[in-house]
């Protein structure tokens, strides 16, 4: 009989220890009668949808970015969105599932992952800066452009750390924004911020058997 993968518990754990007063009314692991009538991760407990709930911090917009990016992952799917893994190349695209994931992202695992319980981007990493809630860009100054500097030195991209985003810090987001196969706009705004506080610049090997 199929049992919640405890990566898969890992992942809602780690939320819940992060916003301990978030909503979870669309969390869930295992399939339920719907799922259980096709093909789909959840049956085998290899999946969790996690709540959308802004009012306490819980953006999926943002935390399916960081999803991504970790080696246990397989697709995500998010807002009639999905980036599945063996199809890479063709980054964030539309989902026309009958379920658009607009109250909750999808994330699917490697069944060899299920064991693995590394803390998952939006635990309580001491080092993670939360999204300041506004763009930043060139002519911003501060410590939230300090974060993104130090961020960016880090992943070696050569900025230096002056607090004033500037001609050069903008080059070095855009290089990253190409790695990382996001907009190359010069601008961080939350999606970009998720991507670069949360994992490597350049994404792992995208190459898995696993689609949804």
């Known amino acids: 009989m199929a049992t919640p993968a405890r990566a898969c518990l890992k992942a809602l ?8 007063d978030r909503n979870a009314a669309a969390d869930g692991i295992m399939g339920d009668p719907a799922h259980q009538q096709r093909k789909s991760d959840h049956n085998d407990g290899n999946a969790f949808d996690l709540t959308h709930d ?10 399916s970015r960081q999803a991504i990016l970790d080696a246990r992952v397989t697709y995500v799917i998010w807002n009639r969105e999905i980036f599945n893994r063996d199809r890479s190349t063709e ?15 999808h994330v ?17 990493v001491i080092g993670y800066v939360a999204f300041p ?5 060139e002519g911003s100054s501060g410590p939230d452009v300090t974060a993104i500097q130090n961020r960016l030195a880090e992943l070696g991209y050569g900025v230096k750390t002056d607090g004033r985003f500037g001609a050069k810090t903008k080059q070095a987001l855009m290089q990253f924004q190409r790695d990382s196969k ?10 970009t911020w998720a991507v670069l506080m949360a994992g490597p610049a350049r994404r792992p090997s995208l190459s898995t058997t696993s689609s949804p």
């Open 182 to 191: 996001l907009k190359p706009d010069g601008v961080v705004g939350g999606k």
């Open 133 to 137: 809630g506004h763009s930043l860009k």
């Open 108 to 124: 699917s695992i490697k069944a060899s992952a299920r064991n693995d319980v590394s803390k998952w981007p939006w635990s309580c």
């Open 13 to 20: 754990q780690d939320a819940t220890g992060r916003w301990p």
């Open 91 to 105: 980054g964030w695209h539309p989902y026309d599932g009958p379920n658009p994931h607009n109250h909750h992202m």
């Open 54 to 63: 802004p009012a306490h911090s819980v953006d999926c917009m943002a935390l």
